[in-house]
């Protein structure tokens, strides 16, 4: 058993969590390298942050056409009162339109472009008859006055080329990989997706599946680490269950981390005596303190053997919380990947206390009419309260408690 | 050119979204069958949904441990001056403990079980001297009282043995999944993903990355309903574009549908002429209907040749929000998976309008301070502000108007 000294619990000495989310930051830097971009078609850029900001190469719409199924007409022929109109040939969708003569109304279907010389869609609902009719010289239909410009989509009125469509460090989703579409264009460069080598560590804990002997739990950090992780676009490679010999510790992490950007342990780096994760970087640039956090105050970040390196305490809600507050709004800020959390106003359903010099991060259920309830109390290890929850909630630093209808932020899940 | 009845426009026979949701839960229910489920590995269940009820095997946590690393003692033993005992044995990590002696402390980490005869924990910062020292008849510790069960995790304090652990429907993401690995459960029992072909549909729609003639534009929808599908836990079968041609449409579904659990088109079913998605579907049982929403109002909704079928309208932003008001919440409620959009309340950054007899769902920024910027006007085929956002905004049927500072439920995307 080492003689530990207990500095991170001393308040004057813990890091606060804005400095430790600067400091991982800090250290998966290179993972932002100009080597580390990759070219992909849209459709497996899902979740991946973009790289260059992207100028539209083409305006949207990229042409004026029409908002509604109906008549395009020139606006002058029609006075006020309405009137009669011959019925020209319609306009074919997807092809370019000829010039509307005057005194003639055509029908047009939505999207579909306004003919040169027409500047207004009257809706076929607000025609008369109000159905299409075959074009034909005995064709007439009563339409009335519309103002220049109505239900006409301008050409450029959602982007004009040239402006910038996106920003690097944009997050991929639907919507903006629906508009590279649009926008014409087939291929993305994104950040390559960052591997992670996960090891559980503790001689206490065993695999799902298997007999569970006296004094010892089954890992859930593995899975709930894994399965965040890869929610967060990461890809994952686990490498099992370590005891708390630090040389076996060591041995795995240089068998398996080979191709890893990163290394995340769980357990083992808080001040008790067999901390694996302590004793297996021993001779490592790997720094053990104290993050004014909880839960999840004990953290190690640094380098094993030159691979980026975090040690996140033991229990799965620290575990967590670690996860959501450091690695995950690290990799968003500087891949734009996974999207950053939401932060949304809600007000406590109950009272909570905190440690005033801490940050405390509690788990909740946000209901639809904005009041947030807590799920288990303040410990770490209510894996169950956990599976209950859907936010995060946030007490910050220099404030011991709140009241029922206070307002905190919290984070959807 | 068919002459087409625009009944949909008339807001007495438009169906209520609540009713069209209805109505697409109905035509999926099938993908609840038993004959629908599958057993995975807890790694590969990320993003599925619970199709069991799952009753805790174990308790949790499985014996009584400590919360911190420290002295376990008996409480009993210790005056409310405090006093100085013998350091025992400490207690062994993940192994059962040994009773603990009348008089004596036994060094405890976190996690460790409570030996026989302790009732309570000491931190180790509370203690004098305030790091462990090794055992042995010389070696005394001085510290405070502790009432009984302090720093004591009880057995079964998140969950006990026998009582419910997730309820059947639950989406299964990092928290869940974290559980039945805490309760021993390698594998879980779950739906399987739904297969979808997903066919855009126009003669004015091209690929991106092809030349674009003039009254063409690039298809967006493919790529926005893929992605957002494939987010959703969706297995999507990409059959291109078809053109206006219904028997080519026809076609297409044929020879690509096989597999598929669910067809959905985007365009061609509005009261235009050219609609190729209901000509495709003349003679089988699909309704083409106006639901009162804007955007996205009409929809197309029954089986091909047995097959459900959807179909959305042509604009992206129809679509998206087609999607995200019927498909999507159907494929939660009846699967489990996705997880459910949690509403959340936000305060309009600025005054709106919306159709009097429609649900208007409008794109929107969420801010941190609670309020909600729109994005885009009400016009569906606005990509680029679509791409801006990160909320749906719902303006329920009824309301004409809204002021700032109104309250407003939004959906995060």
Not at 180 to 196: I, R
């Amino acid at each position: 058993m080492t003689s530990t000294n207990p500095h991170g619990h001393q308040k004057g000495r813990a890091r606060s969590t804005a400095s430790h989310l600067a400091a991982v930051t800090e250290l998966l830097r290179p993972l932002r390298g100009s080597a580390r971009t990759e070219l992909l078609p849209l459709s497996s850029a899902l979740g991946r942050g973009l790289v260059e900001d992207v100028t539209a190469p083409v305006s949207l719409p990229p042409f004026a056409n029409s908002q509604m199924d109906g008549y395009a007409i020139r606006s002058s022929d029609v006075p006020d009162g309405g009137t009669d109109l011959r019925v020209a040939a319609p306009v074919p969708a997807g092809a370019g339109a000829a010039t509307l003569e005057a005194g003639t109304a055509a029908p047009i279907m939505t999207g579909a472009m306004i003919p040169e010389g027409a500047d207004a869609v009257v809706p076929i609902e607000r025609a008369s008859p109000d159905h299409f009719l075959p074009a034909g010289d005995a064709a007439r239909v009563k339409l009335p006055a519309a103002a220049p410009g109505t239900y006409v989509r301008v050409a450029g009125s959602d982007i004009a080329a040239g402006e910038q469509a996106l920003a690097a460090g944009t997050f991929l989703g639907p919507a903006q990989l629906g508009l590279l579409a649009a926008l014409g264009l087939p291929e993305v460069t994104v950040y390559q997706a960052p591997a992670v080598l996960l090891v559980t560590t503790g001689d206490e804990v065993v695999e799902p599946g298997r007999d569970l002997p006296a004094g010892k739990i089954y890992d859930s950090n593995g899975t709930l680490l894994e399965a965040a992780m890869t929610q967060a676009g990461l890809r994952v490679l686990r490498a099992g269950i370590s005891t708390d010999n630090p040389e076996e510790l060591r041995t795995l992490l240089r068998s398996q981390g080979a191709g890893a950007d990163l290394i995340v342990t769980t357990g083992g780096v808080s001040q008790g005596a067999y901390e694996v994760v302590r004793q297996a970087m021993a001779d490592q640039p790997v720094e053990f303190l104290h993050v004014a956090m909880q839960p999840g105050g004990p953290q190690g970040i640094g380098t094993f053997e030159g691979t980026p390196f975090l040690g996140f305490p033991g229990n799965p809600v620290s575990c967590l919380v670690s996860f959501e507050m450091f690695l995950r709004p690290a990799l968003s800020q500087l891949l734009g990947a996974p999207a950053a959390r939401l932060p949304v106003r809600a007000r406590l359903g109950h009272p909570l206390t905190s440690p005033e010099h801490k940050h405390q991060v509690r788990r909740g259920r946000l209901r639809p009419d904005g009041t947030v309830q807590l799920e288990g109390g303040e410990s770490s290890h209510l894996m169950h309260a956990l599976a209950g929850s859907n936010v995060l909630v946030h007490v910050p630093e220099g404030v011991a408690a709140l009241g029922t209808g206070d307002e905190v932020e919290v984070w959807m899940l």
